[in-house]
């Protein structure tokens, strides 16, 4: 059984920081009072940068550094691409909900199209981002073999953006005011606060975040980008409903949410007693089952937490100056 932690630990990791991160994205985003169910959509565009990037740059200055590069271009592509949203959601007062909608259907089409008008083929073979071991860290009983092994540096990055993001949405003025954006606008206008530039920054950096997390997806566990995240933006919906809307919390859904993606990509791999039977590939469920799994989970985990889970109470409603 601990031959199997060990051996799932890292994938799991390696599904959980993308989810994590695009899931911080959207708080920042939602805690501001703008939904932003476009968060697989902008997942997709980052994959796609991230993925040319190190296809065209890799043999240039080696994948490592490529990768890199693909990510802060991805992160400034999801950026750029969530004005869009800003846009229709603060200054047009469009639904927020179709708006997202809108750059979910949108974006996998144009990556398509992009990849197969000049890269030639609509599937990008990238290799991957290298894990490395953390020195002295890894030698740390249980925690060390577990999360300090054979772990992606963008692991330590993201880790590094959830502590910052738990300290700029509790602790700072930023955050107290992207907060009262979202609970009660008309209260954050009288005191002076530009309620349209706070949700801005919110969607722009759910932007950010999002791309980062398509990024990371495509040079570390998927290796390839073919206009589609499997779905791991929808679970970052999920993860942070489930988080309550709340950095730490969410990381905890995250991990949770991450562990069952990573049994759906290697049920057929797991030997659980070490004896060389895989016997979650023996019990004769079909393996559509097991894919389908991280999404059961998420409809049954949903069902049992959203009646205690509390949404920002501006969320989803256009800010208009005359009803202050």
């Not at 929808?234 to 489930?242: E, P, Q, R, S, T």
């Not at 559509?288 to 991280?294: G, Q």
């Amino acid at each position: 059984m601990w031959n199997t932690i060990e051996q799932m630990a890292p994938y799991a990791v390696g599904y959980t920081v993308p989810i994590l991160i695009t899931a911080l994205g959207g708080l920042f985003s939602e805690r501001s009072g703008i939904i932003n169910i476009g968060l697989e959509g902008l997942m997709v565009i980052g994959s796609f940068v991230g993925g040319v990037s190190v296809y065209y740059f890799g043999p240039l200055m080696g994948n490592a550094r490529a990768a890199w590069l693909g990510i802060l271009l991805a992160m400034l592509a999801g950026t750029l691409f969530s004005v869009l949203h800003a846009f229709a959601s603060i200054n047009l007062n469009a639904d927020q909900t179709i708006s997202g909608t809108a750059i979910n259907l949108m974006a996998g089409a144009l990556v398509l199209y992009i990849s197969r008008r000049f890269v030639g083929t609509g599937n990008i073979v990238v290799n991957s981002m290298t894990r490395v071991d953390i020195p002295v860290l890894k030698d740390i009983p249980v925690i060390g073999k577990l999360f300090l092994t054979d772990t992606y540096p963008t692991t330590w990055f993201v880790l590094v953006i959830l502590i910052v993001s738990w300290f700029v949405i509790e602790r700072t003025p930023f955050g107290l005011r992207l907060r009262s954006c979202g609970e009660f606008p008309e209260a954050a206008d009288a005191a002076g606060i530009s309620v349209a530039r706070i949700r801005y920054a919110g969607v722009l950096l759910s932007g950010a975040c999002a791309g980062l997390g398509g990024a990371i997806y495509t040079v570390t566990t998927a290796g390839q980008c073919n206009g589609s995240v499997d779905g791991l933006g929808f679970l970052a919906l999920a993860v942070m409903i489930f988080g309550n809307w709340k950095p730490l919390n969410v990381a905890g859904g995250a991990l949770l949410f991450g562990l069952f993606k990573c049994i759906a990509a290697s049920y057929s791999t797991l030997d659980i007693n070490g004896d060389g039977i895989y016997w979650l590939n023996t019990i004769g469920l079909n393996g559509h089952f097991y894919r389908l799994l991280p999404y059961l989970i998420t409809l049954i985990v949903l069902a049992f937490t959203s009646r205690s889970s509390r949404a920002p109470k501006a969320e989803g409603i256009p800010y208009d100056k005359g009803t202050r």
